[in-house]
């Protein structure tokens, strides 16, 4: 099959997945190599540090700091990376 690029199809196609777990965003100054074993879900550089998400039990096990606590939604459809060629 291949990948859809039309928004409509792409958001009338999508089936929400609710993933098991509890997730967190962490800001660290240190590299990613230094936290790469947190085995973070998405990671962003931004200006105060290196944000990592990663579950909460990882994030409490090396003593980082949170605010809040976050569910992980999947939108299971296949889509192209380019939506409007």
Not at 18 to 44: D, M, R, W, Y
Request: glycine share 6%.
């Amino acid at each position: 099959m291949s990948a859809i690029t039309d928004l409509n199809t792409l958001l009338q196609n999508m089936s929400p997945e609710l993933q098991v777990g509890e997730f967190v965003f962490c800001t660290v100054k240190n590299p990613l190599s230094e936290v790469a074993s947190l085995q973070p879900i998405a990671t962003f550089m931004e200006q105060e540090g290196l944000t990592v998400i990663v579950e909460k039990q990882q994030a409490q096990r090396a003593n980082l700091g949170f605010d809040g606590v976050f569910k992980l939604i999947t939108l299971t459809v296949h889509s192209s990376l380019v939506l409007w060629g």
